[in-house]
């Protein structure tokens, strides 16, 4: 076959179902290993006080992300 042959497969695809390409598991972010932003450590910061944690103040984006969909989900529990 023909590089330019249409019918050569790659293994990649196009289109399919839509998923929600807002929401990305944070292991896959390419800054997830970058210092978390201020407003994630605002908020968590708030969430780890309202749950009574102390959670470390070095975490990276993808680990402050990880924490504050746990503690809004455990708040959402006890609500």
């Not at 598991?25 to 290993?33: A, F, I, K, R, Y």
């Not at 450590?41 to 070095?58: F, H, M, Q």
């Amino acid at each position: 076959m023909h590089s330019d042959d249409p019918t050569t497969t790659t293994g990649e695809t196009l289109g399919g179902p839509q998923g929600d390409s807002t929401r990305k598991d944070p292991d896959e972010w390419v800054t997830g290993d970058e210092p978390m932003t201020g407003a994630q450590r605002s908020y968590l910061d708030t969430l780890a006080r309202e749950a009574g944690e102390e959670i470390s103040a070095d975490l990276t984006k993808a680990e402050a992300s990880e924490h504050i969909e746990r503690l809004k989900a455990a708040n959402d529990r006890t609500s």
